[in-house]
Each structure stands twice: as structure tokens, then as C-alpha cells.
């Protein structure tokens, strides 16, 4: 059995991770964490989401849980500072980790590289089957449709704290790929006011929010006289909760270095790539 351990655990993901765990095969929740002054602290982790007791107690001291996590991994859907001191932890402890965390700023994605150097570590901004296949059919979509103008449009619930969202930002980054560009060169987050005629090679990255939208990704590619559009809705969070738990089961005992939900899907090849650089 895997050790796991849920990092956020109260929150609604952190809910949805520790249901998953529990119907997932080959893996066992060893510890639920939580930041210090959170309610929930000491409430055992199946009583929180609805299951008999899982003699798993909320608890804040990472450190202290790493130690029976050998041979598996956290899953963290945190904040960018949370993750970046669980890197740390994690690397000193010898323990993987699986991060959906979003909105991460320069100084975690160091860290996470950092600690990609003496444990495996897996990044990736969606979890779900169907994103992962959208990314690629968007980079090859836009390979081949030379000199289409591109977009790309979320939808998110009013929540929502970052923008735009982890895979939009993703998607745009597939779309560029296609077509041999650097996303940081072409993106274009807002347009407001006389912006002039659109710029040929310009990627355009828009949020929405509102109401409960779980997530909605659209890539749109427009040529003259015809436009396609890629997207994907997500109806339920539970997708993105079982996603994590498989990566986490496929990502224990692997090497250190990078990893993406590409490689636990087989969708990708993993010679020189898994050390790449943070995203």
C-alpha cells in the first residue's frame, strides 16, 4: 500500500482528495494536513468527509508526517507559500509530490525544481484525462493550422483567487508550443481601450468568473472563413481529486526529477524531459 498525504486537507479539494484516496486500490492515507489555527485540527479524516474513521487526525506538522510517507507522496492543492516550504520538507525527507497548487510565483517554482533534484515531483495544472488530451490536440491544432489567430477563454466559479487559471495558462503554452513560440513573448492578458489592430503571432488569455463553474476551457483558433474551437467543460471536482490519487500512486518509487499527468497517461515520452525546467 502507498503512503499518502493530503495537504489542504479541510478545504474542498482536500475533501475530494481524501474520498479518492479511500476508493482508490494500492494506496492508503497516512496523514491529513492542515495550517496552524485551522478548525478542523484533530478531527479525524474520515469523519470529516462522511467515512468511518480512518484513524488519520487532521494535524499541522508536515515534518513530522513525512516520516511515514516513505516510499509515497504528499498531494498538495495548497497555496504557492505552502508549497513552497513542503518542497523543502519533502526533499529533505526524501518523499514525492504531487502539486496542483495554482498561481505559483517564481520563488516556488525554484523550490519545486530545487526539489526535483533528490525526490520525483510532479506538476501539473489540471488532473483531469480529458485536459491532458486537449493540451496536446491544441499544440497540434495549432501547428497545423498556419497563420490562424489564437485565443484562449475560462470559465471559473466567482471564488476562484487566480487568473487566469492554471490551464488556461497551460493551454495557451500548447498553442504556442505549436507554433514554435515562447508563450511569455506572445501572451496578451487584457484589452481595453483603442489596442489597435491584432498583432499577427499574439496569444490572447482571458478569464471569466462567475457563479459555480467547476471549469470551463476553450481554445479558438480562427482562420479566414473558419474558426475552430477546442474546449473542455469539467462538471464535477471529483475528476481532478481521482486524477491526483492516480498520480500519486504512479509517481511512488519513481526517480527524481519532473513529472506531468502526460507521463502517468502515457502521452509523452520521458527521455530529457523530466528535468526540464519549472513551469
Known amino acids: 500500500m502507498i503512503p499518502l498525504i493530503v495537504c489542504g486537507a479541510s478545504g474542498r479539494m482536500g475533501r475530494m482528495l481524501i474520498q479518492a484516496v479511500t476508493e482508490t486500490p494500492g494506496v492508503r492515507l497516512v496523514a491529513a494536513i492542515e495550517r496552524p489555527g485551522t478548525p478542523e485540527l484533530g478531527r479525524d479524516a474520515g469523519a470529516l468527509v462522511g467515512l468511518p474513521a480512518l484513524d488519520v487526525a487532521l494535524s499541522d506538522d508536515l515534518g513530522a508526517a513525512l516520516q511515514r510517507a516513505a516510499g509515497g507522496c504528499i498531494i498538495d492543492f495548497t497555496a504557492p507559500a505552502a508549497t513552497e516550504a ?21 520563488s516556488a517554482k525554484a523550490a519545486l525544481q530545487r526539489a526535483a533534484e533528490a525526490v520525483p515531483v510532479l ?8 485536459v491532458n488530451v486537449l493540451l496536446g490536440l491544441a499544440e497540434q491544432a495549432a501547428r ?34 505549436g507554433r514554435g513560440q515562447k508563450l511569455s513573448e506572445a501572451a496578451v492578458y487584457a484589452r481595453q481601450g483603442d489596442v489597435g489592430p491584432r498583432t499577427p503571432g499574439e496569444i490572447g488569455v ?4 462567475g457563479g459555480d463553474v467547476v471549469g470551463e476551457h476553450t481554445a479558438f483558433l480562427f482562420g479566414p472563413g473558419e474558426r475552430v474551437e477546442l ?9 481532478f481529486a481521482h486524477g491526483a490519487v492516480r498520480a500519486g500512486r504512479w509517481l511512488a518509487g519513481k526517480p527524481a526529477g519532473r513529472y506531468d499527468m502526460r507521463d502517468v497517461l502515457g502521452l509523452a515520452g520521458d527521455a530529457g524531459r523530466l528535468a526540464g525546467p519549472a513551469r
Request: with cysteine; proline share 1%.
Open 206 to 209: 482571458m478569464a471569466l468568473r
Open 123 to 130: 506538476v501539473a495544472a489540471n488532473f483531469s484525462l480529458g
Open 231 to 239: 474546449t473542455h467543460r469539467a462538471t464535477s471536482r471529483t475528476t
Open 144 to 177: 497545423l493550422l498556419e497563420g490562424f489567430d489564437m485565443e484562449v477563454v475560462e470559465i471559473h466559479h466567482g471564488k476562484k483567487r487566480d487568473a487566469p487559471s492554471g490551464t488556461a495558462l497551460r493551454l495557451a503554452e500548447a498553442l504556442a508550443d
Open 86 to 106: 513542503a518542497a523543502a520538507l519533502c526533499a529533505r525527507a526524501g518523499v514525492g509530490m504531487v502539486v496542483g497548487t495554482t498561481g505559483l510565483g517564481d
